[in-house]
């Protein structure tokens, strides 16, 4: 029995937007386990400048991503879809040990296969030092952004 990850591909505009939400949700979540089982296998990444591919992999990067990105808050926004693939532009605020505020803006390039698996991510981000008050992300975060709260858009990012 194959895996599965819908919606699956053709994307249309909706589908495309329910995957990138679905996306965002995954990842506010900060569990790489779980994060790894919507790519492949041996799904290929490159997230800045480190370029791996596998689940294994995927968990090592996003137990070490979360253990520096403290608070971490994401929103991501499509920015275009085809058939099979989807461009994300995103935004999210995180601190660091220290108490540092950082929100990192960035874009993510996807391809699925048909279970709609992610089996390509290349991930383009640049860091801004904030502080506190210039936040823009304050749901509670053990729970998805809720769906009221504004997207990048909206906040002007």
Same mark, same amino acid.
């Given at each position: ?17 329910? &995957?990138?939400? *679905?996306?965002?949700?995954? %990842?506010? !979540?900060?569990?790489?386990? &779980?994060?790894?089982?919507? +790519?492949? *296998? ?5 997230? #800045? ?15 070490? &991503? %979360?253990?520096?990105?403290?608070? +971490? #808050? ?5 920015? *275009? ?10 935004? +999210? ?15 993510? =390039?996807?391809?699925?296969?048909? =279970? ?19 936040? &823009?992300?304050? %749901?509670?975060?053990? *729970? ?6 504004? !997207? ?6």
């Amino acid at each position: 029995m194959s895996e599965t990850r819908p919606p699956l591909p053709p994307f249309t505009r909706e589908t495309a937007i329910q &995957k990138v939400r *679905a996306a965002e949700n995954g %990842w506010n !979540g900060c569990n790489p386990e &779980k994060v790894a089982l919507a +790519y492949t *296998a041996d799904s290929r990444w490159r997230n #800045r400048s480190e370029f791996f591919s596998g689940r294994p992999a995927i968990v090592e990067f996003l137990q070490r &991503k %979360w253990a520096r990105e403290q608070e +971490y #808050r994401l929103i991501k926004e499509i920015w *275009a879809f085809t058939e099979d693939r989807i461009a994300v532009r995103f935004a +999210y605020e995180f601190h660091d040990a220290d108490g540092q505020w950082f929100r990192a803006y960035g874009n993510e =390039n996807w391809a699925f296969d048909a =279970n709609g698996l992610m089996r390509e991510r290349h991930a383009s981000i640049n860091d801004l030092v904030i502080t506190e008050a210039e936040r &823009k992300f304050h %749901w509670d975060r053990t *729970a998805p952004r809720p769906q009221d709260h504004p !997207g990048l858009s909206e906040l002007g990012l």
